[in-house]
């Protein structure tokens, strides 16, 4: 009577792990449809030591790595301090012309890009540390956030950002560390099918035992 409670016990959980890796499944899914990646991942910029009349170029790729065309919008957030990230400048470029060119702070977004399936695109920007900033600015710093906001036709969202650190000389700002973030779910799902798995191994052990002892 036992070992049936058990086995039923067995099936329930089983059951139980194949519906949430099925709704797992359906979700990543659903997040192909619409995948927009940039590369560099984590940061674009971690730069501790600018200095008035530096400049620091950084290319960053966009790319649609899902099934479904998107239009896409760049944006920023101010992460940190606002006295140096009111002062620095920026500059954005595509392949063809100048998309935005004034101050960090007073960007507000890219008019909405096409990009399809499979495509991506380059786009170069540049932050400026203007010439005429004086000594206050000296161990200061600016962090901010570069977001990329991508739409399909149905008005699915995607979402992903990169990071920006600029220092100035003698600023305490630490580097960024790099994202390692593991999937929780995928280790809990893991987990469980080694606890199913060792439980019916000790069951089926417990039956050989008793089918040994009754004959």
């Given at each position: 009577?036992?070992f049936?409670?058990?086995?039923?016990i067995?099936?329930c959980?089983l059951?139980?792990?194949i519906?949430?890796?099925?709704?797992?499944v359906?979700a990543?899914?659903e997040?192909?449809?619409?995948a927009?990646?940039?590369?560099?991942?984590?940061?674009?910029?971690?730069?501790?030591?600018?200095?008035?009349?530096?400049w620091?170029?950084?290319?960053?790729?966009?790319?649609?790595?899902?099934?479904?065309?998107?239009?896409?919008?760049?944006?920023?957030?101010?992460?940190?301090e606002?006295?140096l990230?009111?002062?620095?400048?920026?500059?954005?470029?595509d392949?063809k012309?100048?998309?935005?060119?004034?101050?960090?702070?007073?960007?507000?977004?890219?008019?909405?890009?096409?990009l399809?399936?499979?495509?991506?695109?380059?786009?170069?920007?540049?932050?400026?540390?203007?010439?005429?900033?004086?000594?206050?600015?000296?161990?200061?710093?600016?962090?901010?956030?570069?977001?990329?906001?991508?739409?399909?036709?149905?008005?699915?969202?995607?979402?992903?950002?990169?990071?920006?650190?600029?220092?100035?000389?003698?600023?305490?700002?630490?580097?960024?560390?790099?994202?390692?973030?593991?999937?929780?779910?995928?280790?809990f799902?893991?987990?469980?099918?080694?606890?199913?798995?060792?439980?019916?191994?000790?069951?089926?052990?417990k039956w050989?035992?008793?089918?040994?002892?009754?004959?």
């Amino acid at each position: 009577m036992i070992f049936k409670k058990l086995v039923v016990i067995l099936f329930c959980i089983l059951a139980l792990v194949i519906v949430m890796g099925s709704n797992s499944v359906t979700a990543e899914e659903e997040e192909k449809e619409l995948a927009i990646d940039v590369l560099p991942g984590d940061v674009l910029f971690n730069v501790n030591n600018m200095k008035p009349g530096d400049w620091a170029p950084r290319t960053i790729t966009v790319q649609n790595n899902g099934i479904k065309d998107f239009t896409y919008q760049m944006s920023l957030r101010n992460d940190g301090e606002e006295k140096l990230f009111n002062e620095l400048l920026l500059e954005i470029n595509d392949s063809k012309s100048v998309l935005y060119e004034g101050k960090l702070a007073d960007f507000t977004k890219l008019p909405a890009r096409d990009l399809s399936t499979s495509k991506q695109e380059e786009l170069e920007v540049t932050v400026i540390f203007p010439e005429y900033l004086g000594n206050e600015f000296q161990g200061l710093d600016a962090e901010f956030s570069i977001l990329f906001t991508a739409e399909g036709k149905t008005s699915q969202l995607a979402e992903v950002s990169v990071d920006g650190m600029i220092g100035s000389g003698n600023s305490q700002t630490q580097a960024f560390l790099p994202n390692t973030a593991t999937g929780i779910f995928n280790l809990f799902l893991f987990g469980a099918v080694l606890l199913i798995s060792g439980v019916f191994i000790l069951l089926y052990k417990k039956w050989r035992k008793i089918i040994s002892n009754q004959s």
